[in-house]
């Protein structure tokens, strides 16, 4: 997992090769204008949603995994908490290979991160993430990058 603001965001695209791209678009975008749904960008190996998720209590938060894809979750209109697990501390559970995703209700986070509007949140498929946790409704941009 890493948090970071996005002006360091560049400071990472040695991590992956698409997160080149990632930054590309978020120079030539405002985020905070598209249209709510998918983006592509580079086919099914990356892509952005764009969502309005109604925030969670950390209770009412689950926690997923990703095999294939990795997130960069920002939030762009109010702050969002993530709750955070390694893969390897958490049960089996039945993966869903069409959505990519694994879901597990019902854990507790050991950890929890703080991301505000200009800040992301990325969580690769060994980090469990618990999402979507604050008030109200909160906008994101999930950047879904394909693991290498």
């Not at 590309?24 to 905070?32: G, P, R, S």
């Not at 998720?53 to 926690?63: C, I, L, M, S």
Request: hydrophobic share 40%; with cysteine.
């Amino acid at each position: 997992m890493i948090v970071d603001t996005l002006d360091n965001l560049e400071k990472y695209v040695s991590v992956n090769p698409l997160f080149a791209d990632v930054v590309k678009f978020i120079k030539e975008n405002d985020l905070n204008t598209l249209e709510e749904g998918k983006h592509l960008i580079k086919d099914k190996d990356l892509f952005v949603n764009i969502q309005v998720a109604k925030g969670k209590t950390e209770e009412a938060a689950n926690f997923e995994t990703h095999k294939n894809m990795l997130d960069i979750q920002i939030p762009l209109d109010a702050p969002e908490s993530y709750g955070y697990m390694p893969l390897c501390d958490m049960p089996a559970a039945e993966y869903n290979a069409e959505k990519d995703v694994t879901k597990y209700p019902g854990l507790k986070a050991e950890t929890m991160v703080n991301c505000k509007p200009g800040e992301f949140a990325i969580f690769f498929p060994w980090d469990g993430h618990q999402p979507c946790i604050g008030e109200g409704n909160i906008r994101k941009a999930i950047f879904k990058v394909k693991s290498v």
